[in-house]
């Protein structure tokens, strides 16, 4: 696995509508109805380049398309498939919407000797997709991503959530998040992500990376 797929992807020209999720390159299109939806993912699935693990889903008047459910994955044959699909959705009247692509993620904490991804997977009912990760297999639902803590380090707290969204839409859900009660726990990493926590202490990580991500800072 390596950084260059996506990276290439992001740094890629006619890939706008696009945004580059912990899952993966990830667009919305907003149509004016649900027949309008499935004409376009019929239209869709007819390009050759299309891989195999193309996901898409409807929800009444947009139509989501993720190109990989694993970021690590991602090559320049996904590249070439986004900006056919780009050039369909044009076609057909869609609109890119950048600020309504998401993807959330349930980051459970172990330290190494104690990642229990078979008990994830098999309670939720979700595939293994890699060592420390596993998705719904319908879509519908978040993946659920292991987080190995340093062996060293103590364990402060067991799960939090991680919610992935476009560069340039992130400090809009911060600033939504705040202004419902939230504080900020952690912004050294910003802007690429900031923790923050609800009145009880729980957890959760808004993430503009990998979308926000360069080839500098990886």
Not at 91 to 105: H, N, S
Request: aromatic share 6%; hydrophobic share 45%; charged share 25%.
């Amino acid at each position: 696995m390596s950084e260059q797929g996506w990276q290439r992807f992001l740094e890629s020209d006619g890939l706008d509508d696009w945004v580059v999720l912990h899952g993966g390159p990830t667009a919305v299109y907003r149509v004016a109805s649900l027949v309008e939806a499935v004409r376009l993912a019929e239209a869709f699935s007819q390009v050759p380049e299309v891989a195999d693990d193309l996901l898409m889903t409807i929800a009444g008047d947009r139509l989501t398309v993720r190109l990989t459910r694993d970021l690590w994955q991602v090559d320049d044959r996904h590249v070439a498939c986004a900006r056919e699909l780009s050039a369909i959705a044009h076609t057909y009247g869609a609109r890119p919407d950048r600020t309504a692509v998401q993807e959330i993620q349930l980051a459970i904490a172990a330290q190494p000797d104690a990642v229990d991804l078979g008990f994830w997977s098999a309670v939720l009912g979700y595939t293994t997709t890699a060592d420390d990760n596993a998705v719904d297999p319908l879509g519908h639902g978040s993946t659920v991503w292991m987080q190995e803590l340093d062996a060293t380090k103590s364990l402060r707290h067991a799960m939090h959530v991680d919610v992935s969204v476009a560069r340039d839409h992130v400090e809009q859900r911060l600033e939504a998040a705040l202004a419902a009660g939230g504080r900020i726990v952690d912004d050294s990493e910003a802007p690429r992500w900031w923790t923050l926590a609800d009145r009880a202490g729980n957890r959760v990580c808004i993430a503009a990376w990998p979308d926000g991500a360069t080839s500098t800072d990886g």
